[in-house]
C-alpha cells in the first residue's frame, strides 16, 4: 500500500524540539505551501498550509530551520489523532532549499 | 493437673490446651511459649480449663510463661474477641494480629529503653554526694536536676543511666516534659460549642455515642479538648483516634500544648518496634492518661478510660483492608459500649452510616453549624462548565484568571486534583493504545523523575520505562493523556513564572516530618499555589488561602462504586473548607461538565443534610448499606475461572443456610480491579437486612467454606466492605 507525500514549503512555525515521555525527539510545525500544478491539462495555482511533524534525528535537525525556511520534505499521512478526521503529514526525509 | 487454653495464630478458628504445672488465673491475658508442631509458637493464654478434650498423655507442656509484661485485661481479651467474631476472623489470629510486632516473636524482646529518664528522691540524695573528681556523673546529674532527659539525648550516658537505673537513682517516664507548664490561653466557646460539651458532659453515666457533625472550621477539636480534660480532671484516660498517620504530629502538638503535663502517647504503624512495645507497656502498666493515634491505636489496652473520641469519623483509612478488616470506627463504638462510657464520632461530613444512626436515635447528634471564627464565612462554591469553557492542560480560563487574582493580591491558591503523577495514562497518539499494565487490569500511570519519565502501576507498584514506540502499532508519538499533579505543576510554572508553587502529594509527602514541613512553609506565605491530592483535604488550616479550585472531579461520578459519590462530596466538603478559614472569604471553583448534577447543588449550598438524604434515598431503593448490611467473600488465583468456581462452591454450600437465616448470596463476579500483581480477583456478595442473621449465617457457612477443595485459591471475608 502507498502512502508517500513530497512537499516544498515554508516553516510557518515550530513547536521546537520536545521529547517524548521515552526520550524521542520530535517536533511539530505548520508550512505554507504555493506552487503550479497541472490540473484537467491546465496549469493552476495551489496556496495551502499542513501541519508536519516528525521524530527522532530528523526532528532533531528540523527543529533546527527557523521559521521563514524552505524546505522540501518526504513523508506519509497520518491521522491528526485517532479521534481525528484531520491528516499530518509525519517527515521521514528533508532538505533545506 | 493445670492446663492453659492458648490462642496462636493459626488459620482456623481453634485454641489448643497445654499442660502449665505453675499457672495461675493470674496468668490469663499473658503471653505463652509453645511447641507447636516442630516450631515453637507464640500464643496469648485465654483461660485455665478444669479439663481437656485432648487425651492427657498427648498435651504437651508449655515452654515458658512470659511475666515481665502484666497480663492483659479481661475486657481487652473480650473486645478482641469481639472483633474476631464480628469480622469472622481466626480468634488466635486475631489476638496476635493486634499485638505489638515485638510480641509476636518467639525471642523475648530487648527491654526497650525508657523514653526519658527523671532523678527520683534517692537520685537527687545520691548526686548530691557524688565526689567532685567524678566530673562525668556529675554532669549528668545536673542536665537530670533541669528536668527529664529524653532518651534520644541519653546517647553518651546510656550505659551510667542503665546503672542508675537499678541502683534507683533515675526512673523511666513517658516522655521528657516540652513546652511551657502553663496552659496557652484558650479560645472562648461559641454558643454550640459550649452547648455540644454540656450535653456530653451532662448525659447520665454510662454509653452514649454522640455524632458532633460540625462544619469545617467550626472548631470540633476545641470540643474534644474540653471532654477530654474533664476526662483527665476526673483521673480517667480518653482514646482519640484520628485517620492520617501525617495527622498525628500536628494533632499530637496541639494536645501537648493543651494538656502539657498529661502523659500522652501517640500510637501509629510508623513507629519503630521499640516505641510500639514502649507505649504497650506504659499503657498496660497504667501510666498513660491520653492516647492518640490512627486506627490500630483503637486496641490499646487501658484500664480507666473514660472517653472517646473519632475524628474525620468518616474516612475510610479507619478501614483495615487486609488480615483484620476491621472498622476502627465501629470497634470502638463497641468499645465505648461496652465499658459504659461516651464515644464523640465527629465530622463534617459524616458516614453515611453514621448520619442514618443519628436520624434513627441510635446516636445523638450535635450540630456545630457555623464557623468558629467569628468572621470567617463559608466559601461560596462556583461551578465552571468545562464544556463552554474547555480546559487547556486541565485549566479553564476561568480558573485562570481567578489564580491571577489570588497572585496579584498575594493570597494563596489550592488546586486539588486526585491524581497524582505527571498523567494518568500514557496513549499512542496514532492508534489510540493505552500502556496498561502487565500484571493488573489497570493503566500504567505516567510519572516525572527528574528530566526522564517512567510507568508506574499504583496497583502492584510495578515500573518500567515508557516504550519508544506504540507496541500495537510501532508509532513513536506516545503521549501522556491527562492530568495529575506533576503535570499541572509544570503548566502552571509556564503559566505563571512569578509564582511559587508546592505540590503536595504521597511522592513529596511520604518522607518523615516533609508534610510538616510543607505545612509550615504554607503558613509562612511562602506559597503560592498550592497542587494537592485528597491528602491535603483532611482537617489542615491553612489561613491565607482564599481561592480551591478543583479538577477532575466528574470522574467519580462514573465509578461503579455506589460508594464514590459519598466519597468525593466529603472530599469536596473537605477541599472547599480550606478555602477562608481566617478573615478573608474564600471561593471555590469547581470545574465541571456536570454543573446541574445534585451533589454539586448540595456542595453550592453547603448543605450535607440534603446531600445525605438524597443519597440516602437511592440506597434504601436500591437496598444499599445502610439499609442492609453486607459481607464480601473475596477469593484470588492465577486464572480467574479458578477464583470464579471457588466461589461458585461456596455459594452452594450457602444456599440452604442462607434461605434458612433470609440472607441474599449473589452469584460470583470478578472484583472491579480484577486483577492485580497476575493475581485473578473474584467475589461473592452476601446481604441481608438486619446484622443478627447476617453474622449467625456466616459463622455457619464459613465452616462449611473452610472445608471445601481450594488449593489454587486464597480466600478471605470483608465483613461490612467498603470497597470492591
Known amino acids: ?97 | 493437673m493445670p492446663l492453659v487454653r492458648v490462642a496462636l495464630d493459626v488459620p482456623l478458628p481453634k485454641v489448643f490446651d497445654y499442660r502449665a504445672d505453675a499457672a495461675t488465673g493470674g496468668d490469663i491475658g499473658r503471653r505463652v511459649i509453645v511447641p507447636f508442631g516442630p516450631r515453637r509458637q507464640v500464643g496469648l493464654i485465654l483461660e485455665l480449663p478444669g479439663s481437656s478434650e485432648v487425651p492427657e498423655a498427648q498435651l504437651k507442656p508449655v515452654i515458658a510463661i512470659d511475666r515481665s509484661l502484666p497480663a492483659l485485661p479481661a475486657d481487652w481479651l473480650k473486645l478482641a474477641r469481639f472483633a474476631a467474631e464480628y469480622y469472622q476472623h481466626p480468634l488466635g489470629a486475631t489476638l496476635l494480629a493486634l499485638l505489638p510486632p515485638a510480641l509476636k516473636r518467639v525471642k523475648p524482646p530487648r527491654a526497650e529503653p525508657p523514653a526519658a529518664y527523671a532523678l527520683t528522691e534517692l537520685g537527687r540524695e545520691g548526686v548530691a554526694r557524688l565526689s567532685p573528681r567524678a566530673k562525668a556523673q556529675r554532669q549528668l546529674a545536673e542536665r537530670l536536676l533541669t528536668g527529664p532527659l529524653a532518651g534520644d539525648e541519653a546517647g553518651p550516658w546510656r550505659s551510667r543511666l542503665r546503672a542508675w537505673l537499678q541502683a534507683g537513682w533515675v526512673q523511666a517516664v513517658e516522655a521528657a516534659a516540652h513546652g511551657p507548664v502553663v496552659p496557652p490561653p484558650r479560645p472562648e466557646l461559641t454558643p454550640d460549642q459550649r452547648a455540644a460539651v454540656a450535653a456530653v458532659r451532662g448525659a447520665p453515666a454510662g454509653f452514649s455515642a454522640w455524632l458532633l457533625h460540625g462544619v469545617t472550621g467550626s472548631g470540633k477539636t476545641e470540643v474534644y479538648l474540653h471532654l477530654i480534660e474533664a476526662q483527665l480532671a476526673a483521673g480517667r484516660q480518653a482514646l482519640v483516634l484520628v485517620p492520617e498517620i501525617h495527622l498525628t504530629p500536628q494533632t499530637e502538638a496541639a494536645f501537648r500544648r493543651r494538656f502539657p503535663t498529661a502523659r500522652l502517647l501517640s500510637l501509629h504503624s510508623g513507629l519503630a518496634e521499640g516505641e510500639r512495645l514502649r507505649a504497650w507497656r506504659a499503657c498496660l502498666e497504667g501510666r498513660v492518661d491520653l492516647v492518640l493515634g490512627t486506627r490500630l491505636a483503637v486496641f490499646t489496652p487501658l484500664d480507666h478510660l473514660g472517653l472517646i473520641v473519632v475524628d474525620e469519623e468518616h474516612d475510610s483509612s479507619y478501614k483495615q483492608q487486609e488480615g483484620l478488616r476491621y472498622s476502627a470506627r465501629d470497634v470502638a463504638v463497641w468499645r465505648a459500649r461496652q465499658l459504659g462510657i461516651p464515644i464523640v464520632l465527629g465530622s463534617a461530613t459524616p458516614a453515611l452510616e453514621t448520619w442514618h444512626n443519628a436520624a434513627r436515635g441510635r446516636y445523638r447528634k450535635l450540630e456545630l453549624p457555623q464557623r468558629a471564627h467569628a468572621e470567617a464565612e463559608l466559601p461560596a462554591v462556583k461551578l465552571i462548565d468545562t464544556r463552554s469553557d474547555r480546559p487547556r492542560q486541565g485549566l479553564s480560563a476561568s480558573l485562570v484568571r481567578a489564580l491571577q487574582d489570588r497572585l496579584a493580591r498575594g493570597e494563596q491558591s489550592l488546586l486539588f486534583i486526585n491524581r497524582r503523577g505527571y498523567a494518568p495514562t500514557l496513549y499512542c497518539n496514532a492508534c489510540g493504545y493505552v500502556v496498561p499494565c502487565p500484571r493488573c487490569s489497570a493503566h500504567q500511570v505516567l510519572h516525572r523523575k527528574g528530566d526522564k519519565f517512567e510507568l508506574r502501576c499504583h496497583h502492584c507498584g510495578l515500573m518500567s520505562r515508557p516504550p519508544e514506540i506504540c507496541p500495537d502499532c510501532g508509532s513513536p508519538d506516545l503521549r501522556p493523556a491527562g492530568q495529575g499533579t506533576q503535570r499541572l505543576e509544570e503548566t502552571l510554572a509556564a503559566q505563571f513564572p512569578e509564582a511559587r508553587i508546592l505540590r503536595i502529594d504521597r511522592d513529596t509527602a511520604s518522607r518523615r516530618g516533609a508534610f510538616a514541613a510543607m505545612r509550615e512553609a504554607v503558613n509562612a506565605r511562602e506559597v503560592d499555589i498550592l497542587v494537592g491530592t485528597q491528602i491535603v483535604t483532611k482537617g489542615h488550616d491553612f489561613p491565607h488561602l482564599t481561592l480551591v479550585g478543583v479538577l477532575g472531579a466528574d470522574q467519580a461520578l462514573l465509578s461503579p462504586d455506589f460508594r464514590a459519590t459519598e466519597r468525593l462530596f466529603a472530599q469536596l466538603m473537605q477541599v472547599a473548607g480550606r478555602a477562608g478559614r481566617a478573615e478573608r472569604p474564600g471561593e471555590v471553583l469547581v470545574q465541571t461538565a456536570y454543573p446541574g448534577h445534585p451533589l454539586y447543588r448540595a456542595l453550592q449550598a453547603h448543605d450535607f443534610a440534603r446531600f445525605a438524604a438524597q443519597t440516602l434515598k437511592e440506597r434504601r431503593e436500591a437496598e444499599f448499606p445502610p439499609y442492609s448490611h453486607q459481607a464480601l467473600l473475596r477469593a484470588e488465583a492465577e486464572r480467574i475461572d479458578d477464583a470464579l468456581a471457588f466461589l461458585e462452591k461456596a455459594r452452594q454450600a450457602g444456599l440452604a443456610l442462607a434461605r434458612q437465616h433470609g440472607v441474599s448470596l449473589y452469584d460470583p463476579t470478578p472484583a472491579l480491579l480484577a486483577r492485580v500483581a497476575r493475581r485473578e480477583r473474584a467475589q461473592l456478595l452476601i446481604q441481608s437486612r438486619a446484622r443478627g442473621p447476617l453474622q449467625r449465617f456466616l459463622t455457619a457457612w464459613l465452616e462449611a467454606v473452610r472445608g471445601l477443595q481450594l488449593r489454587p485459591v486464597k480466600w478471605s471475608i470483608d465483613v461490612d466492605p467498603l470497597d470492591f
Open chain 1, 1 to 97: 500500500m502507498s502512502n508517500r507525500v513530497e512537499l516544498t514549503g515554508q516553516i510557518l512555525a515550530t513547536s521546537g524540539l520536545r521529547y517524548t515521555p521515552a526520550g524521542l525527539a520530535t517536533v511539530a510545525m505548520r508550512l505554507a505551501h504555493a506552487s503550479e500544478q497541472q490540473e484537467a491539462g491546465r496549469p493552476r495555482q495551489v496556496v495551502c498550509e499542513v501541519e508536519a511533524i516528525a521524530f527522532g534525528e530528523t526532528a532533531r535537525k528540523l527543529s533546527q530551520s527557523p521559521a521563514g525556511s524552505q524546505v522540501s520534505l518526504t513523508g506519509f499521512l497520518d491521522r491528526k489523532s485517532p479521534r481525528s478526521n484531520l491528516l499530518t503529514v509525519h517527515v521521514t526525509d528533508y532538505e533545506l532549499i
